[in-house]
C-alpha cells in the first residue's frame, strides 16, 4: 500500500536569529522516515535555501512537503515582494541582497541555483508585490 | 570553545568558504569547516552538512549565541589564530601525511 506523509512548517521573513532551525527539523523527519545518502543530502540543501530565501526576502512563507513512494515533494511558498525579473533571478552570483544579508554570507546569488540544481523538477511562479510560489520535487 | 567531547569525531576532508550558499552546496558530512564567519547561522549550515567541526580562523571569537547553539547542537567549534590559508595547509597535510 502507497503511504504518504506531509508536514507543512511557517516561515517568519526578516528574521536572522535562528536560519536554518526549520531545515533542521525537516531534515530529522525525512531521516526518521528512512530518506538517506543523497537524496536527503539534495532535499537539505534545497529546503535550507528556500528557508533562508524567505528570511531574506519575503515578510512570511510556509515549507510544505509530501513525501510519497517515489519522491519528494515540496512547496515554498511566500507573501512578499516577489520576484521581478525570475530568469535573472536564476543567474548564479545575480542577488538583490542588501549588505547587511551579505555580510553574514548569505545573499551571494546561489540560492535558486542550488535549489534548482538539488531537484529532479522545479517551477517557480511570482507575482510583484504577492510572492512566489516555488514547487520542487525530488526523485527517491 | 564547545563540543569537546565530539572531537573524537573523524575528519574525513575539509572545506573553506565564507559564503554560506557555497559551503551548503559543495562541503561534505565529515568535512571540517573553515570560515572567518562568526555568527550563530553558521552552526545550522554545519548541522545540516553533519560537519565534523567548525573553524574560526584569525584568532575570530564567536558570538556568545554560536557558542550556545554549537554546544547544544554538538558540533565542535574551534578558533585558531593563524590564517585561513595557513591552517588549511596545516590540516590538508596532516589528513595527507
Not at chain 1, 530565501?53 to 519522491?71: E, L, P
Not at chain 1, 548569505?106 to 516555488?134: P, R, V
Not at chain 2, 569547516?33 to 554545519?46: G, K, M, P, Y
Amino acid at each position: 500500500m502507497n503511504q504518504e506523509y506531509k508536514f507543512s512548517f511557517p516561515v517568519e521573513g526578516g528574521n536572522f536569529d535562528d536560519t536554518g532551525k526549520i531545515s533542521i527539523e525537516i531534515k530529522r523527519l525525512l531521516k526518521g522516515l528512512g530518506i538517506a545518502g543523497d537524496v536527503l543530502r539534495r532535499t537539505a540543501i534545497a529546503i535550507y535555501e528556500s528557508e533562508v530565501n524567505i528570511i531574506s526576502y519575503a515578510w512570511r512563507g510556509n515549507i510544505s512537503i509530501r513525501v510519497t513512494d517515489d519522491s519528494i515533494l515540496i512547496n515554498i511558498q511566500d507573501s512578499g515582494p516577489g520576484i521581478t525579473d525570475i530568469e535573472k533571478a536564476m543567474q548564479q552570483g545575480y542577488s538583490t541582497a542588501d549588505d547587511r544579508i551579505r555580510e553574514m554570507g548569505f545573499g551571494a546569488g546561489m540560492g535558486l541555483f542550488n535549489i534548482k540544481n538539488c531537484s529532479d523538477s522545479f517551477e517557480i511562479l511570482s507575482e510583484t508585490s504577492k510572492g512566489t510560489l516555488l514547487k520542487i520535487s525530488i526523485n527517491r | 570553545m564547545c563540543g569537546g567531547d565530539k572531537l573524537d569525531r573523524e575528519v574525513s576532508g575539509g572545506y573553506v568558504g565564507d559564503l554560506l550558499s557555497d559551503v551548503m552546496a559543495n562541503s561534505r558530512e565529515g568535512d571540517v569547516w573553515i570560515t572567518c564567519q562568526s555568527h550563530q547561522n553558521i552552526v545550522a549550515v554545519s548541522v545540516l552538512k553533519e560537519h565534523a567541526g567548525i573553524i574560526l580562523v584569525l584568532g575570530k571569537e564567536p558570538d556568545k549565541d554560536t557558542v550556545e547553539k554549537a554546544s547544544r547542537e554538538g558540533i565542535p567549534l574551534l578558533v585558531t589564530k593563524l590564517s585561513g590559508f595557513e591552517i588549511t595547509g596545516r590540516i590538508y597535510d596532516l589528513i595527507n601525511a
